[in-house]
């Protein structure tokens, strides 16, 4: 990905998707420690993502993913974000996780947003919205994970050559 601008161009990530995720950081920040621990506890439950987790700290790694799950809400999705996101989708590559846990855990965390949000925005258009927004902010940094993945494999390829 060349910028943040052409990825949320992509993703039709508009100043309104940044304001709702900016308000919604409050309501997230009070849910922080209950998301790690359940991503956590997911995560430790799977014997392919223990093993990995088991070589790193298990508070330090719980601080890693609930920086993290903040950050969605810190609103400057600027190009310092977009390499803080590549940083991420490396740090995984190097740990030898498989990118398909990657893509479970997004949907852990989506499951537990989007619940989040039902359960405390009545009325039927903010709520909608401010789901758009968390789906994209969330792919977004899915695709971006996923294209660090991607760059590690091409790198093999022409390694081996
Ligand atoms: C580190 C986010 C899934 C294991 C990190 C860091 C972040 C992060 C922000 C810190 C990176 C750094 O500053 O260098 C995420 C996100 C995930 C995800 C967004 C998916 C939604 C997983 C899964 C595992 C995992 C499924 C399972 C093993 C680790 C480990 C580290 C780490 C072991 C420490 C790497 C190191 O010591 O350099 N993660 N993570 N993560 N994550 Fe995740």
Redesign the pocket.
């Given at each position: 990905m060349t910028s943040m601008q052409d990825l949320k161009d992509h993703y039709g990530f508009t100043d309104d998707d940044e304001e709702l995720l900016k308000a919604f950081q409050p309501l997230a920040a009070q849910h922080k420690e209950r998301f790690s621990g359940e991503?956590h506890n997911y995560?430790y439950g799977?014997p392919?993502?223990?093993?990995?987790?088991n070589?790193?700290?298990r508070q330090?790694?719980l601080e890693?993913?609930s920086?993290?799950?903040m950050?969605l809400f810190g609103g400057a999705y600027d190009n310092n974000y977009l390499n803080?996101?590549t940083?991420?989708g490396?740090?995984?590559v190097?740990?030898g996780?498989n990118v398909h846990?990657?893509?479970?855990?997004?949907n852990?965390?989506r499951h537990f947003l989007l619940n989040l949000i039902d359960e405390n925005y009545p009325d039927r258009d903010e709520r909608r919205a401010l789901r758009e927004a968390t789906e994209k902010i969330?792919d977004m940094?899915?695709d971006v994970?996923s294209a660090s993945y991607r760059e590690e494999e091409l790198k093999k390829v022409f390694v081996s050559r």
């Open positions: 991503f995560l799977l392919e993502t223990t093993a990995i987790l070589t790193s700290n330090r790694l890693m993913h920086n993290w799950f950050s803080h996101l940083r991420i490396h740090a995984h190097k740990v996780l846990f990657v893509n479970v855990a997004m852990r965390v969330l940094n899915l994970m």
